[in-house]
């Protein structure tokens, strides 16, 4: 079977770049050896999306320390790519069955050969303090697929069944399926604070900043304001609903952490001089970290969930304090809360949301679902840099 890694061997990770399609093993359960397979899966992956992170190790500017200690502490010098994913159940450990349960045999998402699934990125150990508390979002021991073990840019990948999602494809097409995990990194966050009635401004309009665009409109948000470098970025934020759109121009500035005074003057404008009730952080670079907050109302809340290396500065630290500002930080997804609230978003027609994810922010397939079998990292790397989310289609 093929796969995409970032194979170490002879390559420093500062000087390499992209992954390479590489022949692989065929993962298989052999309980006799290893009793975890007893409740593994193995998955026939169908469709895979190209999430930012990947991104980000696709230029090797994330996740260094992380995926070079995994190498190491597994003493090997490749990793399979990816983490959202959406296939079939090909083959189950003697455990599995036993891992569910419902008094109504036919609502129980069962995980059995055939099963459609998809599953968190962030495989947590259920044993922790937090996974113990239902916090597995947090687990102290989590691996993180694609970034910590091998991911699931393979036509094959073996996966613990307690970390699937039964799918219903009747519901939710199969490419939609494949981004449940960052499509609930947005019901995640939204589900932080009730937006219903709020003025929501949203900074960076890529994937995830998308997705909380037409999640912010179907759970009642007044008004939706989407900020962003690219022009593109905020057509698409239009599309999916934005009531106003906000291009970050490039300005002079002393420091490049500092806030963009004209984004600052255009969302208090918009909000009759009060500021946004709820500003929502899905970049990740410090001047929008400041954006955010400054174009935050007093007591109002501030979102984070972009995340870059480094140190960040805000000025005048305590006038957060004063101006109560809530803070929130978002990692991952309510496991399976969040799940089964995306699924409930998605699979109900009538709201729109499915369209406008397929429509608009996968461009109806068009140029966005590749094909693994003809991977070449030129057009990939180009392809990636033209739209803002990429699916594969793993068929071989
Ligand atoms: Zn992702
Ligand atoms: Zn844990």
């Excluded at 994913?85 to 036993?98: L, M």
């Excluded at 990125?121 to 910590?148: D, F, P, W």
């Excluded at 979102?303 to 006038?319: A, E, Q, S």
């Excluded at 070449?376 to 840099?385: C, G």
Aim: overall charge negative; proline content about 4%; aromatic content about 8%.
């Amino acid at each position: 079977m093929h796969g995409l890694i970032i194979d170490t061997t002879n390559q420093p990770w500062e000087e390499s770049r992209g992954f390479q399609l590489a022949e692989l093993e065929r993962p298989s359960l052999d309980e006799a050896h290893n009793s975890d397979d007893a409740s593994s899966v193995i998955v026939k992956v169908k469709y895979a999306g190209v999430c930012g992170s990947d991104r980000g190790l696709w230029y090797r500017n994330a996740f260094k320390d992380q995926f070079l200690a995994a190498l190491e502490r597994d003493k090997k010098p490749s990793r399979v790519v990816g983490h959202e994913f959406v296939g079939e159940v090909v083959e189950v450990g003697s455990k599995v069955n036993s891992l569910y349960w419902d008094p109504d045999p036919k609502n129980v998402a069962k995980i059995e050969v055939g099963s459609l699934v998809s599953g968190d990125s962030h495989v947590t150990c259920g044993k922790c303090y937090q996974c113990r508390l239902g916090e597995a979002n947090v687990c102290m021991n989590e691996a993180i697929l694609g970034i910590t073990i091998d991911g699931i840019f393979a036509q094959y990948v073996k996966l613990p069944a307690k970390n699937l999602w039964a799918m219903d494809s009747s519901r939710i097409r199969p490419e939609v399926a494949a981004i449940m995990d960052p499509f609930g990194n947005a019901i995640h966050a939204l589900s932080k604070v009730d937006v219903r009635g709020q003025r929501v401004a949203i900074f960076g309009a890529g994937p995830i900043g998308l997705f909380s665009v037409l999640i912010a409109q179907k759970f009642g948000a007044a008004k939706v304001i989407a900020v962003d470098v690219s022009a593109a970025n905020l057509e698409l934020a239009k599309r999916c609903g934005a009531d106003e759109t906000i291009l970050i121009e490039p300005s002079e500035k002393a420091n490049a952490w500092e806030h963009d005074t004209s984004v600052i003057e255009r969302i208090r404008e918009l909000t009759y001089g009060k500021g946004v009730d709820v500003s929502m952080e899905m970049a990740g670079p410090a001047s929008s970290v400041n954006n955010a907050i400054d174009s935050t109302r007093r007591g109002g809340h501030v979102i984070l969930f972009g995340v870059k290396d480094g140190d960040m500065t805000i000025p005048h630290f305590p006038r957060l304090i004063v101006a109560g500002l809530t803070i929130h930080c978002v990692i991952g997804r309510e496991i399976f809360k969040t799940w089964q609230l995306s699924q409930r978003v998605l699979s109900q027609t009538s709201n729109g949301v499915q369209d406008k994810v397929w429509n608009v922010i996968l461009n109806g397939g068009k140029d966005t679902v590749l094909n693994l079998s003809e991977f070449d990292p030129a057009v990939f790397e180009q392809t990636m840099n033209e739209h803002p989310k990429l699916i594969f289609n793993m068929e071989m």
